[in-house]
């Protein structure tokens, strides 16, 4: 089959991979524009088109898919498409180029986690088991019939980062056997069933944690948001940024948010028992180990964050 590719960040390239190894032919890559990236904001292309480039595929540049985006992927003549996290809503017009569709890899166990991010709001969530699925995209969103599925569990100290980067891979080989199938006529997609829950994109507030929240809801948004938009409290009036924190249910006499220094550990006061820190990055320094930082301090029993 000829397939068109539509993805962007790092989680899709492995895709990209596992399709060529499979055999299918990608006649080219619709992929976002290159961004801003680091300090300078230099023009950076994707990771999806780095990868193209490296292979000799065609590149389609695009920030939504319009009708002159359309018009390029139909030139193409794609059998179908296959799609992993491009960052944008396909509509019905581009959605019928294909005789075969727009296949999507979507890292969760649908109708569990629709949206844009299923990774990251199943650890908040504490899901134990979560997954990855290929659908046939509709026009709503992630509502299309369910070509196969695969579960992962998810690790105590998993980071939304950590559980991405293994279903990244795994994921690749699920859509490379569906697109098999597909090919084949053997694929059978089914409706979804179950409880539908949504996962849209987390915003900065979405990082920040809440000390008088139990600890192990703390532990799982401080995880479920790394590495982006990460996890970050407030002290001094300014954003502290943290790695994710670590439980430490043998000291409970903490109030919420205020810290003490054990050894070399520091640790902070939740609604529960307390976490212990990870690396901790303050306004305008680098990242750097909680324990380097609260030696620095004055009266480290005095500190308390917001």
Do not use: C
């Not at 032919?25 to 976002?32: D, F, K, M, N």
């Not at 581009?94 to 296949?103: C, D, S, T």
Request: charged residues 20%.
């Amino acid at each position: 089959m000829r397939v068109l590719f539509a993805g962007t960040p790092a989680v899709a390239v492995p895709s990209v991979d596992a399709l060529i190894e499979a055999g299918f032919e990608i006649v080219a890559v619709l992929t976002r524009p290159d961004a801003p990236v680091g300090r300078k904001r230099i023009l950076t292309p994707s990771p999806v088109a780095a990868r193209a480039a490296e292979l000799g595929i065609d590149i389609i540049h695009a920030s939504k898919v319009d009708s002159a985006t359309t018009e390029r992927i139909a030139s193409y003549e794609p059998d179908v498409a296959a799609i992993v996290a491009y960052g944008g809503l396909v509509p019905k017009a581009a959605l019928e180029v294909p005789r075969h569709g727009w296949i999507n890899l979507h890292f969760s166990l649908l109708p569990a986690w629709r949206g844009a991010a299923p990774v990251q709001r199943s650890v908040i969530a504490g899901d134990d088991i979560t997954g990855a699925a290929t659908f046939l995209l509709e026009e709503g969103l992630d509502t299309g019939p369910v070509f196969g599925t695969l579960t992962e569990v998810v690790r105590l100290d998993d980071t939304a980062g950590d559980l991405l980067e293994r279903l990244s891979h795994s994921g690749a080989v699920l859509l490379s056997q569906t697109l098999s199938a597909v090919d084949a006529g053997k694929a059978a997609p089914q409706p979804q069933q179950g409880e539908v829950s949504l996962a849209p994109k987390l915003t900065l507030d979405d990082g920040r944690l809440d000390w008088t929240q139990p600890a192990l809801a703390i532990n799982r948004r401080s995880r479920g948001a790394t590495p982006e938009p990460g996890a970050w409290t407030m002290l001094d009036g300014q954003r502290v940024k943290l790695d994710p924190v670590g439980m430490r249910p043998d000291t409970r006499d903490l109030a919420p948010g205020r810290i003490r220094v054990d050894g070399k550990n520091v640790l902070v006061g939740t609604g529960s028992h307390a976490v212990q820190l990870g690396r901790i990055q303050p306004a305008g320094k680098k990242m750097m180990p909680s324990a380097d930082w609260a030696r620095g301090l004055a009266t480290p029993e005095s500190v308390e964050f917001e």
